[in-house]
């Protein structure tokens, strides 16, 4: 069962106390998430300022950007008298593994339907935590994903469950998971008012399923912070567009106005957001080598360790737009949202103990 909570309050109810009454929400994550300075890294590229948001501290165990949403996904599903979340993504997706770790807290199982990808070793760690985690892991390709994730879906729905399924989107990504990145933006002012970081002008974070930038994009607009928001594509481009990323702003928007109609309104639209598709390379995990040299000089430098598939990415693409404006006298802030879990904390399971079609990645 759930521990007690071990952070405070999301800083959305302070800033909105309507919300906190009407949202459902359980406490994960150590708010507020640190922001460091890195002054040696900016010094070794000519730049006046850059600082990084580590939101890999959201939680000592399993943190990320993920964990701000569940807080709110799984309140919502403790709220619906649920058993098993149903999801799907890659094998080794940290999506899977955050929810199958954090639901198991609250007494919820979480089934996958899940594709394959480029193995690594973030990859195995997932799927050991996703393992020992209790996830039913079902194996799928890009034609047979959404069948069988229907079929999931009805056969917890003829009654073979205890309680209700529910279904979570690919990243887990949806309008109330967004409220926990609208939440970190208002985070993020406070830390400004508090002389953490002046106001940056660019904000880089990896678009995947642009849960966080969407999220971001309204925070800001909320929060009144004039900062650009620069999505760097690490999943596919023609998924990762600015209209797609601002529509689902939008969509987050509607909720929290519904919610609490004293919300204001702000207009987001595509033209506010840049999205870089320049640091992809071969595509969704594939490692690119510039991206592996800044994560290695970063983790140099100031020791913040980053991975291949998400955060070497968006920091590569946000250091190519740099230079690219020569923007090297503004503020920028990076969006750190990978959490390196200790070896030691990833459970040790016998290779039969793993279902065969995901042995192949600890070959
Ligand atoms: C470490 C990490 N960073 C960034 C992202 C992208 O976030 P989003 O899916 O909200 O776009 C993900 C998504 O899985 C992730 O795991």
Not at 17 to 31: K, N, T, Y
Not at 56 to 78: I, M, P
Not at 267 to 288: E, N
């Amino acid at each position: 069962m759930h521990d007690e909570p071990t952070g405070n309050p999301p800083a959305l109810f302070d800033a909105y106390p309507r919300l906190a009454e009407r949202v459902p929400h359980v406490s994960i994550g150590d708010w507020p998430t640190p922001v460091t300075c890195l002054p040696q890294f900016g010094a070794a590229h000519d730049m006046a300022a850059m600082y990084c948001k580590r939101e890999d501290l959201a939680h000592t165990e399993c943190g990320g950007n993920k964990v701000r949403g569940l807080e709110f996904v799984l309140a919502d599903a403790k709220r619906c008298g649920t058993d098993t979340i149903v999801t799907l993504g890659a094998a080794g997706s940290n999506h899977v593994c955050n929810t199958a770790w954090h639901a198991r807290r609250f007494g919820i199982d979480t089934v996958a339907v899940v594709v394959d990808q480029p193995p690594g070793e973030y990859v195995r760690r997932n799927i050991l935590r996703g393992l020992d985690a209790g996830t039913r892991y079902i194996p799928a390709n890009y034609v047979t994903l959404l069948p069988k994730l229907i079929v999931q879906l009805l056969s917890s729905r003829r009654g073979e469950q205890v309680g209700r399924s529910y279904t979570l989107p690919g990243g887990g990504t949806s309008p109330l998971a967004c409220l926990g990145h609208v939440s970190a933006a208002m985070e993020l002012k406070r830390q400004i008012k508090q002389g953490s970081l002046p106001a940056p002008d660019f904000l880089y974070v990896a678009l995947g399923s642009l849960g966080t930038a969407a999220g971001l994009a309204l925070g800001c607009k909320l929060a009144g912070l004039d900062t650009r928001i620069v999505g760097v594509v690490v999943s596919y481009r023609w998924y990762c567009t600015a209209g797609r990323w601002a529509r689902l702003a939008r969509r987050t928007h509607r909720l929290v106005q519904r919610l609490d109609p004293t919300m204001p309104d702000v207009r987001i639209d595509k033209s506010q957001l840049t999205v870089i598709g320049t640091a992809l390379g071969r595509g969704y995990a594939h490692p690119t080598p510039s991206s592996a040299q800044l994560a290695r000089e970063l983790h140099e430098t100031e020791g913040i360790q980053l991975d291949g598939t998400y955060t070497a990415k968006a920091l590569d693409g946000a250091m190519s737009f740099i230079r690219q404006h020569r923007l090297e006298d503004k503020v920028h802030l990076f969006w750190q949202t990978f959490h390196t879990g200790a070896p030691s904390t990833s459970p040790h399971l016998p290779i039969e103990g793993i279902p065969p079609h995901l042995r192949r990645y600890f070959d």
